[in-house]
């Protein structure tokens, strides 16, 4: 069991099952949502994804049609992010997370997009786009 909070800790939540697919994301739209050089991302089933609290401190955004960020209206942080094509898992930031992870991260994705003052120094594998098999 996973749980974790926003920035003002109005909205928590839980994690029932595991955190799959998890990549440092470097395009712009993860850069610009973080404000971050990357963001670090996973999947969850949406079936093992509880809010505790805040629910209704939830606003959404929909940037592209039918995919919507879900954020807290009090402190701006992002809790998850839903896509209608694929309604069994959400996509949720690590930085949520209170709980420590036992996942690890696969990979550095859209590297070619990385803001031009980072220095990228991995050991992990680095993609152009998203990591093969996605």
Not at 44 to 54: A, C, L, P
Request: with cysteine; glycine share 8%; charged share 20%.
């Amino acid at each position: 069991m996973y749980t974790g909070s926003c920035l003002c800790g109005e909205v928590s939540v839980e994690v029932s099952g595991s955190i799959t697919s998890i990549i440092h994301c470097h395009c712009s739209l993860c850069r610009k949502n973080s404000g971050t050089a990357f963001a670090t991302n996973g999947f969850v089933n949406t079936d093992d994804f509880t809010i505790t609290k805040g629910q209704a401190l939830l606003s959404e955004y929909s940037f592209k049609v039918g995919r919507i960020r879900y954020f807290c209206k009090c402190c701006g942080s992002p809790v998850y992010s839903s896509n209608n094509d694929d309604k069994s898992r959400i996509r949720i930031r690590l930085g949520i997370f209170d709980s420590d992870i036992t996942e690890q991260v696969l990979s550095h994705n859209f590297v070619t997009s990385k803001a031009n003052w980072e220095k990228l120094e991995t050991s992990l594998p680095c993609y152009e786009k998203h990591e093969p098999g996605r």
